[in-house]
């Protein structure tokens, strides 16, 4: 039976080439000069820094842009409050969104059985979701209906066999 997987995957290696950009922007650019402005790229997540809150959103801004450019999707950073740091500087964490967790399965599980389809079926296994239909124009369908609804998480469709 026809089958593909639905996965939620970031590019560790498109994410580290848009922050090296960024800060190279942030670090030649005449409106960041003193301000202290920084990104710095962690295991889960962007730290940004600058001396004030107005900085600190030219900064995010330049490092969602760079994301834009680098075709990585903006549902894959998740941004939280801005927090007060030493010296009277604002830091912000953006935490990278990657792998569909059970609640997220549940989500779009709902949604394939949600939609209707005669002989679709959709299962958990582990990170992703394999959607399974007795025919490919089937499964085509549920991955267009998946790309017009808007998930809060970036989704890839791959492994599809015949």
């Known amino acids: 039976m026809p089958s593909f997987d639905i996965t ?3 590019d560790m290696q498109e994410v580290r080439n848009a922050v090296d950009q960024a800060a ?4 030649n650019r005449f409106d960041f000069k003193n301000t202290n402005s920084s990104i710095e790229l ?14 600190l959103r030219a900064v995010r801004q330049v490092v969602e842009e760079k994301f834009v450019k680098r075709g990585l ?16 500087s604002a830091r912000q964490l953006g935490k990278l969104v990657a792998g569909i967790d ?4 549940k989500q779009l599980n709902k949604f394939v059985k949600g939609l209707g389809m005669k ?27 998946c790309k017009e609804h808007d998930f809060d998480f970036p989704l890839q469709y791959g492994n599809f066999r015949d």
Not at 24 to 27: G, L, T, Y
Not at 42 to 55: A, F, K, Q, V
Not at 102 to 105: E, K, N, W
């Open 8 to 10: 939620s995957e970031v």
């Open 24 to 27: 190279r922007e942030v670090a």
């Open 42 to 55: 962690g295991d889960t997540g962007i730290t940004i820094r600058s001396s004030t809150e107005d900085r």
């Open 73 to 88: 999707s903006m549902k894959a950073l998740s941004w939280e409050g801005v927090e007060e740091a030493s010296g009277g």
């Open 102 to 105: 059970s609640d997220r399965a």
């Open 119 to 145: 002989g679709v079926q959709s299962q958990t296994q582990g990170d992703q979701v394999r959607v399974i239909a007795k025919q490919r124009d089937d499964l085509q369908a549920v991955i267009a209906a």
